[in-house]
Nanobody, 114 residues
Framework: QVQFVESGGGLVQPGGSLRLSCAAS????????MVWYRQAPGKERELVAR????????NYVDSVKGRFTISRDIAKNRVSLQMNSLKPEEAAVYFC???????WGQGTQVTVSS
């Protein structure tokens, strides 16, 4: 079955960096754009970044442009999110999924606090 396993979250100070990783399986990875979402307590899930199926095109929500970078390794069925200069309001559970699908993993918790 389709699976997404996110990892790499943790506690980081404001201004710090984290690199999230997502292992995908159960579908043809190279056929789908991949996306990272985040959801903070009491808030709706927000699309943060998207990468095209071949990796040649990326899109970001305005608030993370210049600080976050999404990438993918098609050979390993993995997608990553490098997050720099993190802000306290970006604390959330981060999820990856294939664009257009409704399958979700458990997510990985990111806490930004001093």
């Amino acid at each position: 079955q389709v699976q997404f396993v996110e990892s790499g979250g943790g506690l980081v100070q404001p201004g710090g960096s984290l690199r999230l990783s997502c292992a995908a399986s159960g579908f043809t990875f190279s056929r789908y754009a991949m996306v990272w979402y985040r959801q903070a307590p009491g808030k709706e899930r927000e699309l943060v970044a998207r990468i095209s199926n071949a990796g040649g095109s990326t899109n970001y929500v305005d608030s993370v442009k210049g600080r976050f970078t999404i990438s993918r390794d098609i050979a390993k069925n993995r997608v990553s999110l490098q997050m720099n200069s993190l802000k306290p309001e970006e604390a959330a559970v981060y999820f990856c999924t294939a664009f257009g699908r409704s399958d979700w993993g458990q997510g990985t918790q990111v806490t930004v606090s001093s």
